[in-house]
T-cell receptor
Framework: ETGVTQTPRHLVMGMTNKKSLKCEQH?????MYWYKQSAKKPLELMFV???????ENNSVPSRFSPECPNSSHLFLHLHTLQPEDSALYLC????????????FGPGTRLTVL | AQSVSQHNHHVILSEAASLELGCNYS??????LFWYVQYPGQHLQLLLK??????LVKGIKGFEAEFIKSKFSFNLRKPSVQWSDTAEYFC???????????FGTGTRLQVFP
């Protein structure tokens, strides 16, 4: 399998649930990203990891918790989300975080009830 | 702070019409510029990019974009669109010394046969 993969593709959860989104990149990249895509808004950068270290946290609420166990895998742990958190969550990777092109996964469509 | 403006939110064209989508950014230093495309139900894909050199950049599927530094613009063009070009188009900018890829709000293009 090539590129950037994300699971699950769709997720429906209640506000009290705990769930995790998974991202895997098969490109040998060193940087990985989480974005939130909501209707009629620009893509919002949430987190950046470079060589498994978090280098950017864009004022994201603590109910979103990222984890990067190695350079190929990135998780987003979700806990006590709100309905306004419903969106498409995109994972991306790049060779390094210094201004290079990013390769995106298909996203996880999250609905919070 | 860096920002990207895409003036056209929704464009409707007939096949064979010419296309130009506007993109302006606010950043005074060296920039890297990108256009991404998101076809219905698919993930974001890179259409073309500009890092340096010839300001007229050729991309995939007959698309091109012109970087005009004095106007802080990076407009996307295609001389003759096809029905298969129906998608959402995102302009993005980053600088070589930052890990933030700043996206515009996107332009939804619908092409009718």
């Amino acid at each position: 399998e090539t590129g950037v993969t994300q699971t699950p593709r769709h997720l429906v959860m209640g506000m009290t649930n705990k769930k995790s989104l998974k991202c895997e990149q098969h490109l040998g990249h060193n940087a990985m990203y989480w974005y939130k895509q909501s209707a009629k808004k620009p893509l919002e950068l949430m987190f950046v990891y470079s060589l498994e270290e978090r280098v950017e946290n864009n004022s994201v609420p603590s109910r979103f918790s990222p984890e990067c166990p190695n350079s190929s895998h990135l998780f987003l742990h979700l806990h006590t989300l709100q309905p306004e958190d419903s969106a498409l969550y995109l994972c991306a990777s790049s060779q390094d975080p210094q201004g290079n092109e990013q390769f995106f996964g298909p996203g996880t469509r999250l609905t919070v009830l | 702070a860096q920002s990207v403006s895409q003036h056209n939110h929704h464009v409707i064209l007939s096949e064979a019409a010419s296309l130009e989508l506007g993109c302006n950014y606010s950043y005074g230093g060296t920039v890297n510029l990108f256009w991404y495309v998101q076809y219905p139900g698919q993930h974001l894909q890179l259409l073309l990019k500009y890092f340096s050199g010839d300001p007229l950049v050729k991309g995939i599927k007959g698309f091109e974009a012109e970087f005009i530094k004095s106007k802080f613009s990076f407009n996307l063009r295609k001389p003759s669109v096809q029905w298969s070009d129906t998608a959402e188009y995102f302009c993005a900018v980053t600088s070589p010394n930052t890990d933030k890829l700043i996206f515009g709000t996107g332009t939804r293009l619908q092409v009718f046969p």
